[in-house]
C-alpha cells in the first residue's frame, strides 16, 4: 500500500539524508584510503621504503601463516558463540518462562553480563576465573581431583568463547524469555490434547514461534562478534602463537605491532570481503525471516 | 509475579531451584568480582577463596587516587551519553521516513545499514586513526562521540524503524486529515507514541558506548580515555594485584550495569526488533 | 455544478492502474455509498477523495473549488477510519478537539463544540477517558465526534462498521443514519456490506475493478441493475442467473436471463418452466429458502424464496415458475437488456 507520500519523496530524502551520508563517509572515506594505503609500500619503522607496491601487500598477508588460522578462528569463534547462545538461551528461557518464587530477580542476576565492558569480562575471566592456580575454576577442579586447566596457554580459543558466549547469553536468553511471553497458550493446550510431548511441542510450536526472535538474536550477535577485539586483546593477545588470533587481531598486530600499514591494509580489505560474504549469507537467510 | 495457581509439586520445585542455579552460575564471575574488590591483595590470591574477611574500602581509594577514577568516569559519561543523543538525532528522522514513507529499495538501504556495521572496526583503523591524527583529533572526546554515533547508527535506524512500523498508519493518517503538519504530527502524536521505542533505543545505545573498547583503546589515552582504557591500562602491569583490578573493574562496570538493572525491561522489548508483539 | 465532482478521476501505481477514470457528481446533503467485492478500488477512491492517495488524473471540485491537490487538512473534509485511529495517548476530549486546536481555534468555541458533539453522541461522560478504557462503540462514536467538531463539507466513512460486533453494528448503522438525518451532512460511506449499502445510502456506487459500475438508488440497483455483475452483487440471496433457453420467455440478443429468488413460486414437478429436485430447505421462519437443482444439474443451482412453509425435504421433485415481468435479460458481455423482448 503505497500512502500519497508526507510531503513527498524530497522531504523523505531530507529526512534519511543525515544518517545515509554519514554513514557512506563513514564507510567511503576508510574505505578509500584503506585500497589506496594497501597498493603501497607504508611501514612506520621503514619511512625510506615507500612508492607502489602492486599486489605484494595481498600476497604477503595470505602468504603469512596466520592468515588461514585467522580465517578459521574467526568463523570458529562466531560458529561456536552463536550455536551456545541460542541453544543454552533458549534452555534457560523455557526454564523459566513460568512463574516461580524470584523470577525478577533472577531475570536481573541473568542479564547482568550483558551490561559488562568487554575489558572487564576479559580480565575478570583471564585472572579471576581462569587463572591455574588462584583461578576459581582451578579451585573446582582441584576440588573434584583433577588437574587444575591452564585456560588461556592450552585452551585459547575455547576460553575467548567462553567470555564471549557469558556476555552473550543473557541476551539470548532474554530475548527468547520476551518472546515466549507472547506464545499462545491456547495451541499449546490444544497440542498437549494432541498428546503431542515436550519434544514435539518444542519442535513444532516453540521453535516457530520463535523464528523471528533466533533470527534476531544471531543478526546481532554475527554483527557484534564477526570483529571481536577486546577480548582477546586483553587476555591472549592472539596467542600462543596464533592459536587465538582472529582477522581482526591478525589486522591490528600488522598494523599497530608490526607497523606495516599496507600490508594492514591489504588485510582490512580481506576482512572487509569475508564480512560481507558472511553478511550476504546472512541477510539472504535471515533477512526473509525478519520481513513480515 | 507469584501465580496462585501454581502448586508445589515437586517438578514445580525442581524447576524453580535449577532456574535458581543457572542464574547464580551466571552471575558468579561478577559476585567473585565484586567480593575480591573490598579484599587486600593478599586475600584476593588466597586458596581457597576467602568468604569471610574485613571488607576494606582501600583499593577503591587508591584507584582513584592512582589513576583519577572520576576523569575516565566524566569521559565515558560524556561521551555515551552525547553519542546517544547525537544517534537518536539522526536516526530518528530517518527511521521515520523509512517506515512511514517506504520506497522499493528501503529495506536494501536498512540492510546496507547494517552491512556497515558488520564491517571489522579493524579494517577502518588505520585510515581513522590517520584522519585523527592529521586533524588533531587523536585523543579527543568529540571524535569517540563522533565514531560511537556513527558505528551505533545502523542498529539505532533498524530498531526505531521497527518500532515505528509497528504505529498504525491510519493514526498519521487521521493526523494529517486533522491538520498536523510535518513537525505537529511528530511532536503530537509521533514522538508520544513511541516514547518506548526511543528509550530502547537509547538505552542500548548507552550501553554500547559506554562499553565500547576498540575505537577507545585505539585513538585515546590520558586526555579523553574511558573506562574501558582505564581497566585495560590495569591489565599488564598489575594483572597480579587482583583486589585493585577488581576494584577498578567494579567502578568501571557498576555505573552501567545498575542503570542496565532498572531499564532491562524496556531494554530488551527494544531489542527484540519487532519480532516479539 | 455539483457539490462534489468528480471528473474523469484516475490512479495508477507503477504497474496497476487502480482507479480508471471515475465521474461521479454528488449532491449537497447526499448519503453517498462506495459498496463493491474487495479490491475494487473503493477505498482508494475515498481515500483520494481525502487526500490521503495522490490523484494522477482528472479533477476534484468541491464546491466550486479545486481540491485535486489539496492537502488532506485544506480540503473541508472529515474522515473516520476503519480502525477509527483514535490517539491512543490522548483522552476523548483531546482526541476531539485535536484538529481545532491545530487550527488555533479558541479554546472556549473547542470547549463548546467538543461538548455539543458529545452530548450528541452520548460520550459525555467518557470525555477524560482514554481509547483503551472505552468499548468498540464508543471509540467508534469518539471516531464519529471526531469529525463532527470540524463541521466539515463531507464526511468520509471507510468501512466504519467492520470492526464492531453484529448486534453494535446494526445499532450503529441506525445512529449513523440518525446522525445523517440530523447533520444534514454529505456523506460518502465506504462498505463492503450491501445490508448497509442499501439501508444507508441515497445513492449507490457499484465499484469494480476501478470502475463504476452503476450509481442509482437502492431500489434502482435492486430493480433495474444495468448488468450482471451488479445484478448478483445486489440482493441476498443472489439473482438466479441461468442459459436464457431454460426460461420461456425470450429476449432477443439474451445469452442468460436472471430472476430473483422471491420472483418465482414452485410447482409441482414436470409442469414448471423449470424443473428439478431439492438439494436443501432452510427454513428461516419468516421465509424459507429452497434449493433447487435445475434437471438434477448441480452447476444450475437456483434459489427460490418463499413465505409460507413448504413440505419439503432434500431429494423432493419440483417445477419452477418465474414471474415473466420480473426476469432480467443479459447479453454476452454481461449488460442488461431492457425493453420490449
Known amino acids: ?292 | 509475579m507469584s501465580n496462585k495457581k501454581s502448586v508445589w509439586t515437586p517438578t514445580y520445585i525442581l524447576r524453580s531451584l535449577s532456574a535458581w542455579l543457572v542464574a547464580l552460575v551466571i552471575f558468579f564471575p561478577l559476585l567473585f568480582l565484586l567480593v575480591t574488590s573490598f579484599k587486600t591483595e593478599l586475600q584476593a590470591i588466597a586458596v581457597p577463596s576467602m568468604w569471610l574477611f574485613e571488607p576494606t574500602l582501600e583499593n577503591f581509594t587508591e584507584v582513584q587516587e592512582r589513576s583519577d577514577y572520576l576523569h575516565y568516569a566524566w569521559n565515558s559519561v560524556v561521551t555515551s551519553v552525547l553519542s546517544t543523543l547525537l544517534g537518536l538525532a539522526v536516526a530518528t528522522p530517518a527511521a521515520y521516513a523509512m517506515a512511514f514513507n517506504p520506497t522499493k529499495h528501503t529495506k536494501d538501504v536498512l540492510m546496507w545499514m547494517l552491512s556497515t556495521k558488520m564491517m571489522p572496526a579493524v579494517g577502518a583503523l588505520v585510515p581513522i586513526y590517520i584522519l585523527c591524527q592529521n586533524t588533531g583529533l587523536l585523543d579527543t572526546k568529540f571524535s569517540l562521540i563522533i565514531i560511537f554515533t556513527l558505528s551505533n547508527l545502523p542498529i539505532m535506524v533498524w530498531m526505531l524503524y521497527s518500532y515505528f512500523k509497528d504505529i498504525p498508519h491510519e493514526i498519521l493518517e487521521a493526523a494529517r486529515m486533522d491538520g498536523a503538519t510535518v513537525a505537529q504530527e511528530f511532536r503530537h502524536v509521533l514522538l508520544p507514541l513511541s516514547m518506548g521505542g526511543l528509550a530502547s533505543t537509547g538505552l542500548l545505545c548507552l550501553v554500547l558506548s559506554w562499553n565500547e573498547a576498540f575505537w577507545s583503546l585505539n585513538l585515546t589515552s590520558a586526555n579523553a580515555g574511558t573506562l574501558a582504557t582505564l581497566v585495560a591500562s590495569y591489565s599488564s602491569p598489575e594483572g597480579l594485584f587482583w583486589a585493585k583490578l577488581s576494584a577498578v573493574s567494579v567502578l568501571a562496570i557498576a555505573p552501567i550495569v545498575v542503570f542496565g538493572w532498572f531499564s532491562q525491561k524496556q531494554l530488551v522489548q527494544g531489542l527484540t526488533f519487532g519480532a516479539v508483539k | 455544478m455539483s457539490y462534489l465532482d468528480l471528473q474523469g478521476v484516475e490512479k495508477y501505481y507503477d504497474d496497476f492502474y487502480a482507479i480508471k477514470g471515475i465521474d461521479l457528481a454528488i449532491e449537497k446533503g447526499e448519503f453517498i455509498v462506495f459498496v463493491g467485492p474487495s479490491g475494487c478500488g473503493k477505498s482508494t477512491l475515498l481515500r483520494m477523495i481525502a487526500g490521503l492517495e495522490d490523484i494522477n488524473g482528472g479533477q476534484l471540485m468541491l464546491d466550486g473549488r479545486d481540491i485535486t491537490h489539496a492537502e488532506p487538512a485544506h480540503r473541508d473534509l472529515a474522515m473516520v477510519f476503519q480502525s477509527y485511529a483514535l490517539y491512543p495517548h490522548m483522552t476523548v476530549e483531546e482526541n476531539m478537539s485535536f484538529a481545532l486546536k491545530l487550527a488555533k481555534v479558541s479554546p472556549a468555541e473547542i470547549k463548546d463544540k467538543v461538548e455539543k458533539a458529545a452530548e450528541k453522541l452520548n460520550l459525555t461522560q467518557y470525555l477524560k477517558r482514554t481509547p483503551k478504557e472505552l468499548s468498540g462503540g464508543q471509540r467508534q462514536r469518539v471516531a464519529i465526534g471526531r469529525a463532527i467538531v470540524r463541521s466539515p463539507k463531507v464526511f468520509l466513512f471507510d468501512e466504519p462498521l467492520s470492526n464492531l460486533d453484529a448486534a453494535l453494528r446494526g445499532q450503529t448503522r441506525v445512529e449513523i443514519a440518525h446522525l445523517h438525518r440530523e447533520l444534514g451532512a454529505t456523506t460518502i460511506y465506504v462498505t463492503h456490506d450491501q445490508v448497509e449499502a442499501m439501508t444507508l445510502a441515497d445513492r449507490v456506487v457499484v465499484l469494480q475493478g476501478g470502475i463504476i459500475e452503476q450509481v442509482g438508488t437502492p431500489l434502482e440497483l435492486y430493480d433495474t441493475p444495468a448488468n450482471k455483475f451488479v445484478a448478483q452483487f445486489i440482493g441476498m440471496p443472489q439473482m438466479n442467473i441461468l442459459p436464457s433457453q431454460l426460461f420461456r420467455s425470450q429476449h432477443e440478443g439474451a445469452v442468460e436471463t436472471g430472476v430473483r429468488p422471491e420472483h418465482m413460486a414452485l410447482v409441482a414437478h414436470g409442469e414448471g418452466e423449470l424443473n428439478g429436485d431439492v438439494e436443501m430447505v432452510e427454513s428461516l421462519g419468516n421465509e424459507t429458502l429452497v434449493h433447487i437443482n435445475v434437471n438434477g444439474n448441480v452447476q444450475q443451482q437456483i434459489i427460490v424464496r418463499l413465505y409460507e412453509r413448504p413440505n419439503l425435504r432434500a431429494g423432493d421433485m419440483v417445477g419452477v415458475d418465474a414471474d415473466a415481468s420480473r426476469l432480467h435479460f443479459f447479453a454476452a458481455d454481461g449488460s442488461a437488456l431492457r425493453g420490449e423482448g
Open chain 1, 1 to 292: 500500500m503505497s500512502s500519497q507520500a508526507r510531503g513527498n519523496r524530497t522531504t523523505s530524502r531530507l529526512l534519511m539524508s543525515p544518517a545515509v551520508i554519514s554513514l557512506l563517509l563513514w564507510m567511503l572515506v576508510p574505505l578509500g584510503m584503506t585500497i589506496y594505503f594497501s597498493l603501497i609500500y607504508y611501514n612506520l619503522m621503514n619511512p625510506f621504503l615507500e612508492g607502489w607496491a602492486g599486489l605484494s601487500n595481498y600476497e604477503f598477508f595470505i602468504s603469512n601463516p596466520a592468515f588461514g588460522d585467522a580465517v578459521w578462528n574467526t568463523l570458529l569463534l562466531l560458529g561456536s558463540t552463536v550455536v551456545i547462545t541460542v541453544g543454552l538461551g533458549l534452555a534457560i528461557a523455557l526454564l523459566i518462562n513460568d512463574p516461580f518464587p524470584g523470577r525478577g530477580l533472577v531475570r536481573i542476576l541473568l542479564i547482568s553480563p550483558f551490561f559488562v565492558m568487554p575489558t572487564v569480562n576479559a580480565l575478570l575471566w583471564k585472572h579471576m576465573m581462569m587463572n591455574p592456580i588462584y583461578g576459581f575454576l582451578a579451585q573446582v577442579w582441584t576440588f573434584f581431583g583433577a588437574e587444575p586447566v591452564d585456560w588461556l596457554t592450552d585452551l585459547p580459543l575455547f576460553s575467548v568463547i567462553i567470555m564471549v558466549s557469558w556476555q552473550w547469553l543473557p541476551f539470548a536468553c532474554l530475548i527468547f524469555i520476551t518472546s515466549l511471553q507472547s506464545m499462545d497458550r491456547e495451541q499449546l493446550e490444544a497440542a498437549r490434547m494432541d498428546g503431542a510431548n515436550f519434544l514435539q511441542q518444542f519442535r513444532y510450536l516453540y521453535v516457530p514461534h520463535l523464528a523471528r526472535s533466533i533470527s534476531v538474536v544471531i543478526m546481532i550477535e554475527v554483527i557484534f562478534l564477526l570483529s571481536i577485539f577486546a577480548e582477546i586483546y586483553t587476555t591472549t593477545a592472539g596467542g600462543p602463537g596464533t592459536e587465538s588470533t582472529n582477522f581482526a587481531f591478525l589486522i591490528f598486530t600488522e598494523a599497530l605491532l608490526n607497523f606495516d600499514v599496507g600490508v594492514a591494509s591489504a588485510g582490512a580489505l580481506f576482512a572487509i570481503i569475508l564480512a560481507n560474504i558472511v553478511a550476504i549469507f546472512l541477510i539472504r537467510m535471515i533477512g526473509k525471516n525478519l520481513e513480515n
